[in-house]
C-alpha cells in the first residue's frame, strides 16, 4: 500500500452493484444497493431502472433542488440522476458508437433515515457483450467515507477541474492506486470476490466484456479490485468501430483514398475470433465417451462443415485395437486404418472410392508421410492435377483424382505424449477460400485437442482389454457336459467398481466320476482381488485332487488365507457331487446358501447349511452337510453381487432368486439368462456377479462296473477280459480294443507299485467310457521319454496318446489314475 494512503484506511468500499436488462429494467439488485439506496431486491428486481436510478450530468458539491414531481423512493429518497437514456440505447451497446464506460458524482435528495443527512454517491456504468439479456451494469458507493480518507479522490469523480459526469475518471497525484492487467483466469476468478451476487457464467461473461473492450482492472485497495475506466489513451471498441465504419465509407466512396491497413487490424480480429470460437465449438463436442469409434465420430462431425468440407481420419493399427502405445515413428511400412469419412458432397460419392475400414500404408513423399512423420500439420492451398494424379496412385484400385483435385488440403496430425496416433485429411471445396496460414495453426490445435481426447478414448479400450484378459484367463473354460451333470456358468464384471474383481467359480472332476463345484468371492475389488481370487482357485484345485471332504479342504484354504495376511478375506461355497450314490456335500465359508430346485415338482429352496466364517478370519470349525438329490435336480450357486442391492434386504434377493432359479428352461443357457436378466431389474448392482447352474443328470447303477483285483501280474489278463465282456454288454464292442489296451497299461502299472492292498478298477458308461485304477501306491505315474533300450515309460505315453483325457489324483489310501475315451 503507498504511503500516502492513511493508516486508519479500512482497504474496502461498500459497492452497489446494478444490472440493467435490454429493456430498461433492473435484473440484479445486490445487499449493497439496498443499503445504498433503500429497496430491497424484491422490489428493485423488474422495475425500470429509470425510476430506481435516473442520472443526470455532472453535479455540483451543492445539490439541486429536487424536482416538482415524480415517482416516491422507499427509504432511498429521490436522486437527482436524470435518465438513463444519457446512458446511450441499450438495445446493443456495442453497435455503432454506442455507449460508452461512464462515471459521475450525484447526491441523493431525500434525507436517509439512518444518516439524517444527503447521500453523496461516486458512481461507474459498463455496457454488457453477451448472449444474455444484462446490457448495463451499473456500480456505486458512498462518496463521503473515501473522500474523507483520501481528499484526492475527489479528483476521480472529476469533481476539481470541472469534468463532466460520463468523462472517464483520471487517476489525481495524491491519488496513489496500483494498476495491473489480469488475466481471463484469474479475473472470471476475482471478481465474484467483489460482485457476490453474479454467478460464475456471468463473471467469465463481464470479464470477457472487459478484456474485449481493452480495459484494466484497478486494483483500488488492498483486497478488493472493482474495474473503471482509467483515461490514459486505452482507445474503446466503440471507438474503433467508428472508425472501421468510416473507413468503409470511404473506401465504398474512393477505393483508393482508404489504406488497406485500416481495415487489416478489425478484419485479423474478426478472423482470430472466429477461429478461437470454432476451436471451443469443437472442445465442447468431442470428449463426451470414452469409445474410441464413438470419439472419432465425434471429430470428424465437429470439422465438417464449419472448418472443411471432406475430413477422413487415419488411425494407426495398435490405437484402433486398444493396445499399448505404439512402438516407434512410423515408416512406410505402417498400416493406417481408415475409421472414418465426413463430407458434404452427395451422399455415396465418396463412399465407394474410399470406404471406411480399408487399411493402407502411405509411401514416403507425400503430404500424408510427411505430416506423419515430421508430425506438423501440411498444407495444400490447392492439388494441382499432377499432384492429384500423384496422390490418385495411392489408391490402385480406385480413382480418386475427380474428388481431390483443385481443392486445398490440410493434413494435421493427431498426436498425444509426442507420438503420432494418426492424422486427418481435410479437404475445401474449390468455390470455398483456400486454407491459408491461420487454418494451419487452428488445424494443428484442433489436431491436439483430438488427439488428447483420442489417446484418453484409446488408454480406456488399452486397459478395459487388460482387464477383460486377466479376468479371462482367472476363469476357468467349462464344458457344457460332464459325467452325470450338464453345467452353465456366467460372470459380469461390477458396472462401476472395474472390470476386474475376486468373484470365481470352478468345477474339478475328482475321482469316483464324482465332480466339484465351487463358488467364491475375495473381498474388494480391482488387480489385488483378482489376483489373491487367482491364488484361492489354485490352491482348491490342488487340494481338490487329494481327495478331501469339503469341510476339510475349507479348513486348509482359510489357514491358507491367512498366511497370506490378515488383510485378505473371501467367501467360499464347496461342494462335490456323486453321480452314482445321488448325493451333494456341501461345506459352506461365510457365503450366501445354494439353491436346489426339484426336478419332480419343480419346488426351488435355499439349502440349509452351516453358515461358518469367511476365509482367513481363523478358529471357527466349518461343517459339511449332505443332501440326497434325483436325477434332473438343478443346483445354483452365485456370489452375494446377483442378489445384493444398495439399500435393500438381502432376503428380498434370495427370494427372487428362488422364484427365477424355479422357472422352467429348455437348456441350461437359457435357465441362467433368466435368472440373470430377472435379478438385474432389481437395478443398483455395483459389484460382481458369478453364477454356476449344475443339472443333476446321475448316472444309473447299470452304467457302472466295479472290480477287485489282486496285485499280481496275471491280473492284467483278468481285467482286459472283464472289460471287453462289459463292453459288449453294453453294446459298445467298437470300443473294446483300445479300452483293453488302455487298461492293460494302466492295471501293468498299478499291479507293478503296489503294496499289499487290492487293486480297484471301476468303468462308468456316461458321455464318454470313464476309467479308474486304484492301488495304495501314493507315487504317481509321470510322462517319460522312453528309448529303444528302455523297458519301462512306454504304457503312460500310450495313454496320453490314445486317451481323450487322463489324469492322476492323490488320496489318504494311495492314488488314482483314470483316462476317459471317446465313445464311438
Not at 428493485?44 to 458539491?61: H, I, K, T, Y
Request: aromatic residues 6%; hydrophobic residues 45%; proline residues 9%.
Amino acid at each position: 500500500m503507498d504511503a500516502r494512503i492513511p493508516p486508519d484506511f479500512s482497504g474496502r468500499i461498500p459497492l452497489a452493484v446494478i444490472v440493467v436488462d435490454a429493456a430498461g429494467r433492473v435484473s440484479h439488485w445486490s445487499t449493497g444497493a439496498r443499503r445504498l439506496f433503500g429497496p430491497s431486491r424484491v422490489e428493485a428486481v423488474g422495475r425500470p431502472a429509470a425510476d430506481l436510478l435516473p442520472v443526470a450530468g455532472a453535479l455540483e458539491n451543492a445539490a439541486p433542488e429536487p424536482p416538482a414531481s415524480g415517482p416516491a423512493y422507499p427509504a432511498g429518497g429521490r436522486s437527482g440522476f436524470g435518465d438513463l437514456g444519457d446512458l446511450g440505447d441499450l438495445d446493443d451497446p456495442l453497435d455503432g458508437a454506442g455507449p460508452y464506460p461512464t462515471a459521475g458524482r450525484a447526491r441523493l435528495f431525500a434525507e436517509r433515515p439512518a444518516a439524517g443527512e444527503a447521500l453523496d454517491v461516486l458512481w461507474w456504468a459498463y455496457p454488457l457483450v453477451g448472449p444474455g439479456p444484462e446490457r448495463l451494469l451499473v456500480l456505486a458507493a458512498d462518496a463521503v467515507p473515501l473522500l474523507r480518507a483520501l481528499p484526492g479522490a475527489a479528483e476521480v469523480a472529476g469533481e476539481e477541474d470541472g469534468e463532466s459526469a460520463g468523462a472517464a475518471p483520471r487517476i489525481a497525484p495524491g491519488f496513489a492506486l496500483h494498476t495491473e492487467f489480469a488475466g481471463a483466469d484469474e479475473l472470471a476468478r476475482q471478481l465474484p470476490e467483489i460482485l457476490p451476487g453474479m454467478n460464475p457464467l456471468d463473471s467469465a461473461r463481464v470479464v470477457a466484456q472487459v478484456l474485449e473492450l481493452g480495459y484494466p482492472v484497478l486494483e483500488v485497495s488492498r483486497h478488493d479490485r472493482v474495474p473503471v475506466t482509467p483515461d490514459w489513451g486505452v482507445p474503446r471498441r466503440a471507438e474503433r468501430q467508428a472508425r472501421r465504419r468510416a473507413a468503409e465509407q470511404a473506401a465504398a466512396a474512393d477505393p483508393l483514398s482508404v489504406p488497406a491497413e485500416d481495415l487489416a487490424p478489425d478484419l485479423e480480429h474478426a478472423a482470430v475470433r472466429e477461429h478461437l470460437e470454432f476451436l471451443n465449438e469443437v472442445s465442447r463436442r468431442i470428449g463426451t465417451s470414452l469409445d474410441l469409434a464413438l470419439t472419432v465420430e465425434e471429430v470428424s462431425k465437429a470439422v465438417v462443415p464449419r472448418f472443411t468440407d471432406v475430413a477422413g481420419t487415419y488411425l494407426r493399427e495398435q490405437v484402433l485395437a486398444g493396445e499399448g502405445f505404439p512402438d516407434g515413428p512410423p515408416d512406410v511400412t505402417t498400416m493406417w486404418y481408415r475409421v472414418a469419412v465426413e463430407h458434404t458432397d452427395e451422399p455415396g460419392r465418396w463412399d465407394d472410392v474410399v470406404p471406411v475400414g480399408e487399411s493402407m500404408p502411405f509411401p514416403a513423399q507425400t503430404p500424408f508421410f510427411q505430416c506423419m512423420t515430421t508430425g506438423d500439420p501440411v498444407l495444400v492451398p490447392r492439388i494441382s492435377e499432377e499432384m492429384g494424379r500423384a496422390i490418385a496412385e495411392q489408391f490402385p484400385k480406385r480413382d480418386i483424382s475427380p474428388l481431390i483435385t483443385h481443392r486445398s488440403m490440410l493434413v494435421v496430425p493427431l498426436k498425444a505424449r509426442d507420438v503420432v496416433l494418426g492424422f486427418m485429411i481435410l479437404l475445401r471445396h474449390r468455390e470455398r477460400p483456400p486454407f491459408d496460414d491461420m487454418d494451419r495453426v487452428t488445424g494443428a490445435e484442433l489436431a491436439a485437442r483430438a488427439g488428447l481426447v483420442l489417446d484418453n478414448a484409446r488408454m480406456y479400450t488399452y486397459q478395459e482389454n487388460v482387464a477383460d484378459t486377466l479376468q479371462d484367463s482367472m476363469l476357468p473354460h467349462i464344458p457344457p457336459r460332464m459325467p452325470g451333470c450338464d453345467v452353465a456358468t456366467r460372470y459380469l464384471p461390477g458396472t462401476r467398481l472395474g472390470r476386474v474383481g475376486g468373484d470365481w467359480f470352478d468345477t474339478i472332476k475328482l475321482p469316483g466320476s464324482r465332480l466339484a463345484l465351487v463358488v467364491g468371492d475375495v473381498m474388494g475389488h480391482g488387480l489385488n482381488a483378482a489376483a489373491m481370487m487367482g491364488q484361492f482357485r489354485t490352491a482348491v484345485q490342488t487340494m481338490a485332487q487329494l481327495g478331501l471332504p469339503p469341510a476339510q479342504l475349507l479348513r486348509n484354504l482359510d489357514d491358507l488365507a491367512q498366511r497370506l495376511g490378515e488383510q485378505y478375506l473371501a467367501t467360499c461355497l464347496y461342494a462335490v457331487y456323486d453321480p452314482v450314490e445321488s448325493e451333494v456335500l456341501i461345506a459352506n465359508a461365510g457365503h450366501i446358501p445354494p439353491v436346489l430346485v426339484r426336478a419332480a415338482d419343480g419346488r426351488s429352496e435355499l439349502l440349509e447349511l452351516p453358515t461358518g466364517a469367511p476365509l482367513g478370519v481363523g478358529g471357527v470349525p466349518f461343517e459339511t452337510a449332505r443332501f440326497p438329490v434325483a436325477p434332473g435336480d438343478r443346483l445354483v450357486l452365485c456370489t452375494d453381487g446377483l442378489v445384493e442391492v444398495r439399500g435393500q434386504d438381502i432376503g428380498a434377493g434370495l427370494a427372487a432368486l428362488c422364484e427365477s432359479a424355479a422357472h422352467p428352461a429348455a437348456s441350461m443357457d437359457t435357465a441362467c439368462d433368466t435368472v440373470i436378466r430377472a435379478l438385474n431389474r432389481r437395478g443398483g448392482r455395483n459389484d460382481d456377479v458369478a453364477l454356476l447352474m449344475a443339472r443333476l443328470n446321475g448316472i444309473p447303477r447299470s452304467d457302472v462296473a466295479e472290480w477287485e483285483l489282486a496285485a499280481e501280474p496275471r491280473e492284467v489278463a483278468r481285467a482286459r477280459s472283464l472289460v471287453r465282456g462289459r463292453l459288449d454288454g453294453w453294446g459298445l464292442a467298437e470300443a473294446a480294443e483300445t479300452a483293453e489296451l488302455l487298461v492293460g497299461e494302466v492295471v501293468t502299472n498299478a499291479v507293478r507299485h503296489a503294496h499289499d492292498g487290492p487293486v480297484r478298477l471301476r468303468m462308468v458308461r456316461a458321455d464318454a467310457l470313464l476309467v479308474e485304477v486304484s492301488d495304495d501306491d501314493h507315487g504317481v505315474p509321470v510322462l517319460l521319454s522312453a528309448g529303444p533300450e528302455d523297458e519301462g515309460g512306454r504304457g503312460v505315453r500310450i495313454v496320453s496318446r490314445l486317451a481323450r483325457e487322463w489324469g492322476t489324483s492323490r488320496s489318504a489310501r494311495g492314488k488314482t489314475v483314470w483316462f476317459e475315451q471317446a465313445l464311438p
